[in-house]
C-alpha cells in the first residue's frame, strides 16, 4: 500500500475547519495543513452555538479555509487520493455545507468521497498523533458527547456508557454561563478553578461506584445553581471555589467511571493498549492529570492528543478518512448528512454482548 493524502472537512458545529494529512503505507501520518476558523466570537453573545447562525458562517468562509489548507500543505488539489468531510453527527445545517462541499469536490476532480462521523475522527485522532493500536478504550467527552467506547477496530466501536442527561462539555458551559463566565464555558472554568478553593463547596459525585460506566450530570449543575443562589450575590472568589469545586466533582467521576470501564474490558477479556481521551474537555489539564493516573493504575497508558487536535479540526476527518480509505471504505455521492449517528451504527461495528 502506498502513501494516501486526504483533505478533511469539518463543519458539525462551530469551528469551520479543513486539514492536509498523509497516511504512510505503514500506518502512522502526519499533518501538513490544519486550519481552523472559530465561530466562538459569532456566538458569545448568545452564551452557545446558535445552529442559523453557524451554517451561514460556513457558507461565508468554508472555501477560504480548504484554499488555505491546500495552498499552506503545498499539496495539489490533483495529488489527493481522496475527499474526507463530516458526514455527522451534528447541528445539520453545519453538516450539509460541509458535506456537499466535500461532495462537488469530489465529483469536479473526480476523488473518492468519504464520509466520516465525527466521533469517529475524535476516536482515532489518537492513532494519528500516538499511533495508538487496536484496541483500546476511548473515552470521548465534547460539548455534545460523553461516552466510553471500546475501540476494536476501524469501524468496530462498542459503546460501554454514556450520559444520561448532560454532556460533560455542556455541563462546563452550563456552570459557566450560571456564574456569568464567558463561553466557551470549559475553559473559562479552568482558569477560574486555578485561583479556586476545591474543598468549600460539597458537590454530589452523580452515579459514582455504579456497576455500568455511565455519567449524570444535570444534578452537579443543579448543586452548583443552588449554592450559587445560597450565597448571592456572587463576588469573584466564590466564582474561583464554585468553578474549582464544580471541577473537583466532575474529574472524581470521570476518574471511577473510566476505572469502571477498564475492569468491563477486561471482564470482557479485551486488554486495552491504552485510555485514549478525546473531545473538547480533553483539553483540560486537570482531567488529564488524574485520568494520567488512573490510566497507570488500571496497568494501561493514557494517550491524548494535544489540546488543538482534542476540539474540533479538520486533521481529525482528514485521518480518519484515511484510515477508512486505508481498507478501501468509500462512500457514494447520494451519502445523507446525518444530525444523529452513534458511534455504534458507524459501518462495521459488531456488538460485543
Ligand atoms: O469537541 P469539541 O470542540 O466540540 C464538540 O462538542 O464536538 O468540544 C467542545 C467542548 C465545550 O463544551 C467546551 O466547553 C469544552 O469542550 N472544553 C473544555 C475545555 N476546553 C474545551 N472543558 C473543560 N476544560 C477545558 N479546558
Ligand atoms: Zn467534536
Known sequence: MRDLLLLGIETTCD????????????????????????????????????????????????????????????????????????????????????????????????????????????????RLTDAVPFPFLLLLVSGGHTQLVAVTGVGEYHKLGGTIDDAIGEAFDKTAKMLGLPYPGGPAVERAALRGDASRFHLPRPLMGRPTPDFSLSGLKTAVRLEALAIAPLHDQDVNDLCASFQAAVVDVLADRVRCALRKMREHGIKPNALVLAGGVGANQVVRRTLHKVAADGGTRLAVPPPELCTDNGAMIAWAGAERLALGLTDELSFAPRARWPLDEVEGAASLD
Open 15 to 126: 469551528e469551520t475547519a479543513a486539514a492536509i494529512v498523509r497516511r504512510r503505507a505503514d500506518g502512522t501520518g502526519t499533518i501538513l495543513s490544519n486550519i481552523v476558523l472559530s465561530q466562538t466570537d459569532d456566538h458569545a453573545a448568545y452564551g452557545g452555538v446558535v445552529p442559523e447562525i453557524a451554517a451561514r458562517a460556513h457558507v461565508e468562509v468554508l472555501d477560504h479555509v480548504i484554499e488555505r489548507a491546500l495552498r499552506s500543505s503545498g499539496v495539489k488539489l490533483v495529488e489527493l487520493d481522496a475527499i474526507a468531510a463530516a458526514a455527522g453527527p451534528g447541528l445539520i445545517g453545519g453538516v450539509i455545507v460541509g458535506l456537499t462541499t466535500a461532495k462537488a469536490m469530489s465529483l469536479a476532480a473526480r476523488k473518492p468521497l468519504v464520509a466520516v462521523n465525527h466521533l469517529e475522527a475524535h476516536a482515532l485522532t489518537a
